[in-house]
């Protein structure tokens, strides 16, 4: 089946510092991946996608490769700032067999990013 | 702000009652998905509509649970003789056509007593 599962947090960092959160994903299909951010009391926002595999998504600074190898889809930003302490959540999305893209996040990672 | 609207954004109920929670899709979007998040969860699928008809229901939507879309636009999904587990945030999301990227309301955080 599938499934997405994602490094449990939280994960603190001071202003600037490389950010990486992990997400392995395992399909029976050819998934496209995704990456949403939520803020406190806000809905699902989407950051980035990619769509097959070696498509590397990027936004705002945020960038994530689509390994298929590895199945991983890991999320990476060079400099954080505190605007960017949320949840993220990792997705795949995959057509059912009547033919609509159901969506698999996992768990969400929370970022506190101090100054 | 993606264009997808939800209301109430909160709600207080009592176990037994029934809640209705109702979704505004961006205008143009045909597909429409209802999911439940829990605490410190990624959110789980519900239910799908494509246009006005409802094509596919996950396990989670017990007997209790109805959802429509009765002209294509809105949805309201409805929760009867409410019970303590279904205290989560409901979310809504549409999309266009046979695009993949679903765009989310901001919710609405149900806490049954």
């Known amino acids: 089946g599938n499934s997405v599962t994602q490094m449990e947090g939280p994960v603190t960092l001071s202003e600037e510092a490389f950010l990486t959160i992990n997400c392995t994903y395992t399909?029976?299909?050819?998934?496209?991946l995704f990456w949403y951010v939520q803020y406190p009391g806000e809905g699902l926002q989407l950051l980035l996608k990619?769509?097959?595999?070696?498509d590397k998504g990027s936004n705002k600074g945020f960038e994530a490769t689509y390994r298929k190898e590895t199945t991983s889809f890991h999320l990476e930003k060079g400099s954080v700032q505190v605007s960017d302490s949320a949840v993220y959540f990792c997705?795949?999305?995959?057509?059912?067999?009547?033919?609509?893209?159901?969506?698999?996040f996992g768990s969400g990672t929370k970022l506190n990013v101090k100054p | 702000d993606t264009g997808v609207s939800q209301d109430p954004r909160h709600k207080i109920t009592k176990r037994g009652q029934n809640v209705t929670f109702r979704c505004d899709p961006i205008?143009?979007?045909?597909?429409l998905y209802w999911y439940r998040q829990t605490l410190g969860q990624g959110p789980e699928f519900l239910t799908y509509?494509?246009?006005?008809?409802?094509?596919?229901k996950s396990r989670l939507l017990s007997d209790r649970f109805s959802a429509e879309r009765p002209k294509g636009s809105f949805s309201t999904l409805e929760i009867q003789r409410t019970e303590q587990g279904d205290s989560a945030m409901y979310l809504c999301?549409?999309?266009?056509?046979?695009?993949?990227?679903?765009?989310f309301g901001p919710g609405t955080r149900l806490l049954v007593l």
């Open positions: 999301a549409s999309s266009l056509g046979r695009e993949e990227t679903q765009y």
């Open positions: 399909a029976t299909g050819y998934p496209s």
């Open positions: 990619a769509t097959k595999a070696d």
């Open positions: 997705a795949l999305s995959d057509m059912e067999p009547d033919n609509f893209n159901k969506f698999y």
């Open positions: 205008s143009e979007h045909n597909r």
């Open positions: 509509f494509q246009n006005e008809a409802q094509l596919e």
